[in-house]
């Protein structure tokens, strides 16, 4: 049991196919105690019955990271109900649909603000907000795509907002290092969840990283859950600010391996 006695809250679930719930999984597998949060409303009743399996009925919290007061409540709900907690997992991206598919200068500034805001910013705004109840040998968590790093089409401003999310990793890694607060990202090769279903062609990327990936086929999100696990739990103490790549390898291919005919 490698996360017995520790206590996190895991930001992200939308359904059982989020990422952040195979995260939260494979924490609550190796004995930790979970809270989770919903979006709004519309999300809550379909959370409850994840919250049950996972352990934490009556840890469920409303987190809409866009709204200040919803961090700020989640710390109270947090302090009053656990106390201390040892770990963050902030699985949480959004760009408007003009952003996702497209000429991609034609953003507006309007929607570049948003995705920034939500998949960027809130990492900062919800740790720093939870620092003062994080145990002094704490790790949080960010989930972010290779599309932050090279281009990927469609992915357009979620790759800009990716590539600004993997700094702040490592901006923030140094930042809070001396508080023993540990600060990482996995980057994960794609998955289709309900987050992917907004980016255009999504299937092609599914099919070429598939093809391409020296393991020659895609992820899941048991196996983002154990890497997960392993980058909250003491086992990666010593690990911080990495980006670590779980994608079958997709990410050290220069070129795809095809043989051609030379005839
Ligand atoms: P998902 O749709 O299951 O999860 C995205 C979550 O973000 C949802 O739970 C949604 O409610 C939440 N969210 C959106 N706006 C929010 C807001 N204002 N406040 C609070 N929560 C908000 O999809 P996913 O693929 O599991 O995405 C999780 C993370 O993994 C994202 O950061 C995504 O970019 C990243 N990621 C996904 C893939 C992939 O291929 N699916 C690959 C690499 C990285």
């Not at 993997?166 to 289709?192: C, Q, W």
Request: glycine letters at 8%; aromatic letters at 8%.
């Amino acid at each position: 049991m490698l996360m017995k006695g520790k206590k996190g809250i895991v930001l992200g679930i939308a359904n059982k196919k989020s990422i952040a719930y195979g995260i939260a999984k494979a924490c609550r597998d190796q004995g930790a105690e979970l809270a989770i949060t919903y979006l709004n409303e519309r999300f809550e009743k379909k959370l409850a019955p994840i919250a049950e399996e996972l352990g934490c009925a009556e840890r469920l919290y409303p987190c809409d990271v866009s709204k200040p007061e919803e961090i700020k409540a989640l710390r109270e709900s947090l302090e009053r109900d656990f106390g201390q907690i040892d770990f963050i997992v902030h699985s949480i991206a959004f760009a408007p649909k003009e952003g996702l598919s497209g000429h991609f200068t034609d953003i507006s500034k309007e929607a570049f603000n948003v995705a920034m805001d939500i998949s960027v910013y809130s990492l900062i705004e919800v740790t720093r907000e939870l620092k003062p109840i994080l145990s002094d040998k704490s790790a949080v968590l960010t989930l972010t795509y290779y599309g932050g790093v090279k281009y990927i089409p469609n992915y357009n401003l979620m790759g800009v907002a990716k590539a600004a999310l993997e700094m702040t990793v490592k901006y923030m890694a140094e930042d809070l290092g001396r508080d023993g607060i540990r600060v990482n990202a996995i980057s994960a090769g794609p998955i289709k969840t309900l987050a992917a279903a907004g980016i255009g062609d999504f299937s092609f990327m599914l099919k070429w990283n598939a093809a391409h990936a020296p393991l020659k086929r895609n992820i899941t999100i048991e196996e983002v859950g154990n890497s997960g696990m392993y980058l909250v739990s003491d086992l990666s103490s010593a690990v911080t600010g990495e980006i670590h790549y779980v994608d079958g390898g997709f990410n050290i291919m220069g070129m795809p391996a095809v043989e051609f005919d030379e005839n």
